[in-house]
């Protein structure tokens, strides 16, 4: 089935850059949309960027203007380029890819998850 795996993860200085990575294996036939999470010990997981199949992108406050959504063009790949890191954005990065169903008539979306990879920012 659906399965995304991210990589691109590591350990940067303040001020440096990395760009993460989500490749999703499996058959998505009708999308619903990709994004980009992270959880800190201690808190909740949170949304930092998603990218709709329009096209929409929303984005964290805390990281706009230095962090990039995209999706190439099968829609399979999902990447987030992050610049001018702080040692706040330290946190298990996650990717989901929206999967919307048809069964018996119902319709229900739902997000399958990566086993996540770590940034780690230090001063």
């Known amino acids: 089935q659906v399965r995304p795996v991210e990589s691109g993860g590591g350990s940067v200085q303040t001020g440096g850059s990395l760009k993460l990575s989500c490749t999703v294996s499996g058959n998505i036939t009708n999308p619903c949309g990709m994004g980009w999470f992270r959880q800190a010990p201690g808190e909740e997981r949170d949304l930092v960027s998603w990218?709709?199949?329009?096209?929409?992108?929303t984005i964290r406050d805390s990281v706009r203007g230095r962090f990039t959504i995209s999706r190439d063009n099968t829609g399979n790949r999902l990447y987030l380029q992050m610049n001018n890191l702080k040692t706040e954005d330290t946190a298990m990065y996650f990717c989901t890819a929206c999967v919307g169903t048809y069964a018996g008539g119902h319709y229900a979306e739902n997000n399958y998850w990566g086993q996540g990879t770590q940034v780690t920012v230090s001063s």
């Open positions: 990218i709709s199949v329009e096209g929409y992108k």
